[in-house]
């Protein structure tokens, strides 16, 4: 046997057997190693997702509109209770603060062209949260003169929407939603 290219001398060396397998070094990564972190990376990924959808889904509080197809056929009406509205000439004045109990404390007063008190009316409220509609409060008024409407709520600080619909005889005369904030 000679000494060429490919060939072994036989002079002290072994020729390895096909079946040995070298030690392996510390740090080394295997297909084992790669086949975990693989599995590794894709379940921390599902498990991330996971809590994002749940996340989503249980915080939004969904639509802003049920129904736009309804709400475009009401458009015309709701341009109308406008331009009757604007014709009443009234000052509808919302006051929201907080009283000593920690409560919010709205009071109303409407006054019509004249500044005279409005008289034979009916006020809801509502604080509208500008982000879930499942924070939004009803606010129960109570009449404490003419024209003149007191009611609390728990409601918390924040951002919110003050939604007024005064009402004489099931039909509404005024509607006013005006962004508020409650420290």
Not at 66 to 72: K, M, N
Request: net charge positive; glycine share 10%; proline share 3%.
């Amino acid at each position: 046997m000679g000494s060429g290219p490919g060939s072994f001398p036989c002079t002290g060396a072994t020729k390895m057997n096909a079946n040995m397998s070298a030690p392996r070094r510390r740090g080394e990564i295997t297909g084992k190693t790669v086949l975990i972190c693989f599995i590794s990376f894709f379940g921390i990924v599902a498990a991330v997702n996971a809590i994002m959808v749940r996340a989503a889904v249980t915080t939004f509080a969904g639509t802003q509109t049920d129904s736009a197809y309804r709400a475009g056929l009401a458009y015309k009406g709701e341009e109308a209770a406008a331009a009757t509205q604007t014709a009443l000439h009234w000052t509808v004045d919302g006051r929201l603060v907080r009283d000593v109990t920690g409560d919010a404390v709205l009071t109303v007063d409407v006054k019509d062209a004249k500044q005279s008190s409005v008289v034979g009316i009916d006020i809801t409220a509502r604080l509208g949260h500008p982000l879930n509609a499942r924070l939004d409060r009803t606010v129960v008024l109570s009449r404490i003169a003419d024209g003149t409407f007191r009611g609390a709520t728990d409601a918390p600080a924040g951002q919110w929407t003050l939604t007024l619909e005064v009402m004489r005889d099931q039909n509404r005369l005024y509607r006013s939603e005006t962004r508020v904030v409650l420290k």
